[in-house]
């Protein structure tokens, strides 16, 4: 069964360095998530990414977080200068539009020491 | 602003047991409606989707409902298995669209007992 991939599964951080998280979306999905979850909260919506452009993110997507699509088949989110409140479990979504489910991966714990 | 609340946070059943978790939303204008399981420190996997003009979905042992004018969904468990323990959440869309941003529920915390 198709599924969502991303990798690393946990990643160590200094404050202040760039992390890149990378995700493999289903492969005929046209539309890509990012989402995080604080340990205990909910989880947050950060961006959604469409036709090779964002369509929509909120108030935490900031200007020290950007997404590409470098080639048919990645999606990463890359965070500039981390900090310890960034420390997250992040996860990768896609879905094929048309009101149908949308798939996320099994997250990238990132800590930020 | 859309509001998702998931009461209560934790329940513990023995198993066999039939039960109910449930999901109130504030804003009934929904696309649809997406449960999810996520097991400690995992990802999310999607159980069911109810799009805004059902009432009823069912896969296997789950039985989702959904009734947009009150705002609340369920999702049924039957007969109940140790397997089944898991954080259960529920997500919603804007009525914009399917593929905008879900709101989530925090979730509850299922501990099914043998």
């Not at chain 1, 469409?50 to 108030?59: A, G, P, R, V």
């Not at chain 2, 259960?88 to 509850?108: D, E, M, Q, R, W």
Request: net charge negative; with cysteine; proline share 5%.
């Amino acid at each position: 069964e198709p599924e969502v991939t991303q990798t690393p599964s946990h990643q160590v951080t200094q404050m202040g360095q760039e992390v890149i998280l990378r995700c493999v979306p289903i492969s005929n999905h046209l539309y890509f998530y990012w989402y995080r979850q604080i340990l205990g909260q909910k989880v947050e919506f950060l961006v959604s990414f469409y036709n090779n452009e964002i369509s929509e993110k909120s108030e935490i997507f900031d200007d020290q977080f950007s997404v590409e699509r470098p080639d048919g088949s990645n999606f990463t989110l890359k965070i500039r200068s981390t900090k310890l409140e960034d420390s997250a479990m992040y996860f990768c979504a896609s879905s094929d539009g048309g009101g149908t489910e949308a798939f996320f991966g099994q997250g990238t714990r990132l800590t930020v020491v | 602003k859309q509001e998702v609340t998931q009461i209560p946070a934790a329940l513990s059943v023995p198993e066999g047991e039939n039960l109910v978790l449930n999901c109130s939303f504030t804003d009934s204008a929904i696309y649809n409606l997406q449960w999810f399981r996520q097991d400690p420190g995992k990802g999310l996997t999607s159980l069911l989707l109810i799009q805004s003009s059902q009432r009823e979905q069912t896969s296997g042992r789950l039985n989702a409902s959904l009734d947009k004018s009150s705002g609340r969904s369920t999702l049924y468990i039957a007969a109940s298995q140790p397997g089944d323990s898991a954080t259960y959440l529920c997500a919603v869309p804007p009525h914009t669209g399917a593929n905008s941003k879900l709101t989530f529920g925090k979730g509850i915390t299922l501990s099914v007992r043998p």
